[in-house]
């Protein structure tokens, strides 16, 4: 039996705003994704969360005021992190962090498509690990390994013709109500995220393929058999839920402002009286049942905030970090005395996300070429010390050995878009497009205040009326992007995910299946997700998800992709082990929020 290494597999990507964006890699819109892959959705503003592209410092703050370009295959990624590290022997007992959010509540269940918006994840996971990294930890490649809080072996062999997981609990592991970690957890994280419909998750990853979960000598040795070759395997178990979790009422309903520490595990707990539903705010304390790395903190609080009121916050010292990655907020803070930049690689496809439900797919198809991704990607990062060749994948970084451009290309992006619509019996009449008498139009839909992004809005509204798409702008409060999104009521939205790990594989199955994708894909290509996961060879692996990524973007036309951005954290200087982290963020590595501290 070979224990399997772990090497930058994927956690599931959240989705997340730009503000500048709010979002996770699995694909955390969050949708329920099961790996260390998760992408999480972002939407048009500056989140706290993972975050993008090589950028450097300039002005008061700290850096040489040159601008670096995005890193690319075959860069020193070690370079990319920036969080003024620190022993943790060095820093004070105690402590109390302020950070901006984005996103916060009132949905606490980051599985649930309501709760699966990015910093909402992040703030879940300094108090319940299990239910956002699982068994999983990550280090800053990427690199997955068996979280020994959790899980200390974590084993895949064939055994009489069957893939067979062994898999060790820590026999110290409890939830904070005196439920064990064990056997039942499992099974009920399977139950939980083999169901998409009952549960209302992202995705079921590899669930499905589960044959049977039995015992393996005692309730923490447990023996997963597996009905087909399974890879990734650290898609498996990157959530643990609680066995209340299953209860169906309780899994929608039951963390709705109520952020229940009974039922996590994790090195904070929510303080008493911690969730103010009415100024926005979670307070989390040190977890004085939890048996691994004690916090050096005292207390986490984290703030909903647009950002603007982030950036006033900050210059008044009401918070001790936050995103800079809009120019409005990095020329606002450059000069605040006793704070510095932190900036690194934003892992992060931002773009448009076009709703198939709302949308049909000749006006995808049409404004997927026909959009000057260039023109939009300089407008959102024009004045910040920052360049980047257009990326073109939602599954991979430019930087990753397994990217490729997948973005359908047009010598003339225009003609092409017309060609397009013609050819789906659209007809110009005066300066819009028309069929069956119904003119073609599309809203966009925008969740940032940061005047950047709504200047990006703007634009992009009027590029779609110079390919003959009628369109304007629905301008909304970020706290409306899950609620939005999850009933499916957009149009066109600035969104993206994160990129949290190197294996889009789990990614590829979020956005470019029939069932994760409200139908657009094909029976051809959801056969093609199918087989990616009985590949076991990483690279074969990945540059499969490439080729279906490639077809679905030429064919269906979901989503564009035009930046991945920087990461600027803007810190006070004295705030240790946190900033611009690249996989290493305490998402997914539950210990990285014990080490954050101040320094003397």
């Given at each position: 039996?070979?224990?399997?290494?772990?090497?930058?597999?994927?956690?599931?990507?959240?989705?997340?705003?730009?503000?500048?964006?709010?979002?996770?890699?699995?694909?955390?819109?969050?949708?329920?994704?099961?790996?260390?892959?998760?992408?999480?959705?972002?939407?048009?503003?500056?989140?706290?969360?993972?975050?993008?592209?090589?950028?450097?410092?300039?002005?008061?703050?700290?850096?040489?005021?040159?601008?670096?370009?995005?890193?690319?295959?075959?860069?020193?990624?070690?370079?990319?992190?920036?969080?003024?590290?620190?022993?943790?022997?060095?820093?004070?007992?105690?402590?109390?962090?302020?950070?901006?959010?984005?996103?916060?509540?009132?949905?606490?269940?980051?599985?649930?498509?309501?709760?699966?918006?990015?910093?909402?994840?992040?703030?879940?996971s300094s108090y319940n690990s299990l239910l956002t990294s699982g068994l999983w930890q990550q280090d800053y490649e990427g690199k997955t390994s068996p979280n020994p809080d959790f899980c200390t072996e974590f084993t895949s062999a064939m055994e009489n013709g069957k893939q067979v997981l062994h898999i060790t609990l820590n026999e110290k592991a409890k939830f904070n109500d005196g439920t064990p970690l064990d056997i039942e957890a499992l099974r009920a994280t399977h139950k939980?995220?083999?169901?998409?419909?009952?549960?209302?998750?992202?995705?079921?990853?590899?669930?499905?393929?589960?044959?049977?979960?039995?015992?393996?000598?005692?309730?923490?040795?447990?023996?997963?058999?597996?009905?087909?070759?399974?890879?990734?395997?650290?898609?498996?178990?990157?959530?643990?839920?609680?066995?209340?979790?299953?209860?169906?009422?309780?899994?929608?309903?039951?963390?709705?402002?109520?952020?229940?520490?009974?039922?996590?595990?994790?090195?904070?707990?929510?303080?008493?009286?911690?969730?103010n539903s009415t100024e926005k705010t979670l307070t989390v304390t040190r977890n004085d049942k939890w048996w691994g790395e004690k916090p050096v903190l005292e207390s986490i609080t984290f703030r909903l905030l647009d950002t603007p009121a982030q950036r006033s916050a900050f210059a008044n010292g009401e918070l001790d970090a936050v995103n800079a990655n809009v120019v409005s907020v990095y020329k606002e803070l450059e000069n605040v005395k006793n704070a510095e930049f932190r900036q690194g690689q934003r892992l992060f496809a931002g773009g448009v996300v076009m709703n198939p439900v709302k949308v049909d797919t000749p006006l995808r198809r049409a404004i997927m070429v026909g959009l000057d991704r260039k023109a939009l990607s300089d407008t959102r990062f024009k004045g910040l010390p920052f360049n980047e060749a257009l990326p073109g994948s939602r599954i991979h970084m430019p930087f990753s050995d397994y990217y490729a451009d997948s973005m359908p290309q047009?010598?003339?992006?225009?003609?092409?878009?017309?060609?397009?619509?013609?050819?789906?019996?659209?007809?110009?009449?005066?300066?819009?497009?028309?069929?069956?008498?119904?003119?073609?139009?599309?809203?966009?839909?925008?969740?940032?205040?940061?005047?950047?992004?709504?200047?990006?809005?703007?634009?992009?509204s009027q590029q779609l009326r110079d390919l003959g798409i009628e369109s304007d702008v629905d301008q909304q409060p970020v706290s409306n992007l899950g609620k939005v999104m999850?009933?499916?009521?957009?149009?066109?939205?600035?969104?993206?995910?994160?990129?949290?790990?190197?294996?889009?594989?789990?990614?590829?199955?979020?956005?470019?299946?029939?069932?994760?994708?409200?139908?657009?894909?094909?029976?051809?290509?959801?056969a093609m997700i199918e087989g990616l996961f009985s590949i076991e060879d990483a690279k074969e692996r990945n540059l499969k998800c490439n080729e279906i990524e490639k077809k679905h973007m030429e064919e269906f036309a979901t989503s564009s992709v035009f930046y991945n951005g920087p990461q600027i954290v803007c810190c006070q200087k004295n705030l240790a082990n946190y900033g611009a982290f690249l996989f290493d963020d305490p998402q997914y590595n539950p210990s990285a929020w014990s080490r954050i501290g101040f320094t003397n």
């Open positions: 039996m070979n224990t399997i290494k772990m090497y930058q597999t994927p956690l599931p990507r959240a989705v997340a705003l730009d503000c500048a964006f709010v979002g996770d890699r699995k694909n955390t819109l969050v949708k329920a994704h099961s790996t260390l892959n998760r992408r999480t959705l972002f939407a048009g503003g500056a989140a706290l969360g993972t975050v993008g592209m090589l950028a450097a410092c300039s002005g008061k703050n700290g850096g040489s005021g040159s601008t670096q370009a995005a890193a690319t295959a075959g860069a020193n990624i070690a370079d990319l992190v920036k969080i003024n590290k620190q022993d943790v022997s060095a820093l004070k007992s105690g402590g109390k962090l302020r950070l901006a959010v984005t996103s916060l509540g009132p949905n606490f269940n980051p599985l649930h498509t309501q709760g699966a918006v990015g910093d909402n994840a992040r703030a879940i939980v995220l083999s169901d998409n419909k009952t549960y209302q998750i992202q995705s079921t990853g590899l669930y499905p393929n589960i044959e049977s979960i039995e015992e393996d000598g005692s309730a923490t040795r447990v023996k997963v058999t597996m009905s087909k070759p399974s890879y990734p395997i650290a898609s498996l178990f990157s959530y643990v839920v609680h066995p209340k979790m299953t209860d169906t009422d309780f899994f929608a309903n039951g963390l709705v402002d109520k952020p229940n520490s009974d039922y996590a595990a994790g090195p904070f707990k929510v303080a008493e009286g911690g969730w047009a010598a003339d992006r225009k003609a092409a878009a017309a060609k397009i619509l013609e050819e789906a019996g659209y007809a110009k009449n005066g300066d819009f497009y028309e069929k069956d008498g119904k003119r073609a139009k599309v809203v966009v839909n925008n969740f940032s205040e940061d005047n950047t992004i709504k200047s990006l809005a703007r634009f992009l999850s009933a499916k009521e957009h149009e066109l939205s600035f969104i993206g995910y994160s990129v949290n790990s190197d294996d889009g594989t789990e990614g590829t199955k979020q956005f470019y299946s029939r069932e994760d994708n409200d139908g657009a894909g094909s029976e051809e290509i959801d």
